[in-house]
């Protein structure tokens, strides 16, 4: 089974701060097939990420998506109070095919 | 505009059953994978399964396989979960999400661009 682990589990950061979330999975992630969502309380997740590195229709520039392998990094460059969320990483497997997600990263006001 | 919708959730007693469907609209639904994803009160998501756009092959999670079934009605735009032997763990909203396959050009890697707002299940008796 191939597990993502996101780290640290939660981060205090003020608005205008940078952001920088670790996503590291226990095997190579299939043809970097890694996105990222964000979720607000009581919303749905809202994709961020894909491939990657390749940002949603949408998405503003200040967040963007790194790595390869297994060790993946979501940077947000300067946090707007409607960035305080969830983030969470997600993989496609292909042995068995399926996705898996990682464990979610808090990003809260300090 | 797109969206997806769901629908069906309820309570239902361990052991039961319950469907779930959700509804498509403002986008081709015959040409795009859909998958159901589940949030645990208060937990991260968990992915449950996915279906082609075909309906033609379905991949599970090991926690639901043998219990759960996808499928998929392309004349009415719609998703289905048959949730089977239902444990109190399965508790919890379940969204569906689509997969847009490609995202300006590129491949979207199994990402989840669409996703509905969810409907809830408690099991519990």
């Known amino acids: 089974e191939i597990v993502l682990t996101q780290s640290p589990g939660t981060l205090s950061l003020s608005p205008g701060e940078r952001a920088t979330l670790s996503c590291r999975a226990s095997q190579s992630v299939t043809k970097n097939y890694l996105a990222w969502y964000q979720q607000k309380r009581g919303q749905a997740p809202r994709l961020l990420i894909y491939?990657?590195?390749s940002r949603a229709t949408g998405i503003p520039d200040r967040f963007s998506g790194s790595g390869s392998g297994t060790d993946f990094t979501l940077t947000i460059s300067r946090l707007e109070p409607e960035d305080f969320a969830v983030y969470y990483c997600?993989?496609?497997?292909?042995?068995?095919?399926?996705?898996?997600f990682g464990g979610g990263t808090k990003v809260e006001i300090k | 505009e797109v969206q997806v919708v769901e629908s069906g959730g309820g309570s239902v007693q361990p052991g039961g059953s319950l469907r779930l469907s959700c509804a498509a609209s403002?986008?081709?639904?015959?040409?795009?994978?859909m998958n159901w994803v589940r949030q645990a009160p208060g937990k991260g998501l968990e992915w449950l399964a996915y279906i082609t756009d075909n309906g033609r092959t379905m991949y599970y999670a090991d926690s639901v396989r043998g219990r759960f079934t996808i499928s998929r009605d392309n004349a009415k735009d719609s998703l289905f979960l048959q949730m089977n032997s239902l444990r109190d763990e399965d508790t919890a909203t379940y969204y569906c999400?689509?997969?847009?396959?490609?995202?300006?050009?590129?491949?979207?890697?199994?990402?989840?661009?669409?996703w509905g707002h969810g409907t809830t299940v408690t099991v519990s008796s």
């Open positions: 997600q993989q496609y497997v292909s042995s068995p095919p399926g996705v898996t």
């Open positions: 491939g990657a590195s």
């Open positions: 403002g986008f081709t639904f015959n040409s795009k994978a």
């Open positions: 999400a689509r997969d847009p396959n490609v995202i300006s050009g590129k491949p979207a890697g199994y990402a989840m661009d669409v």
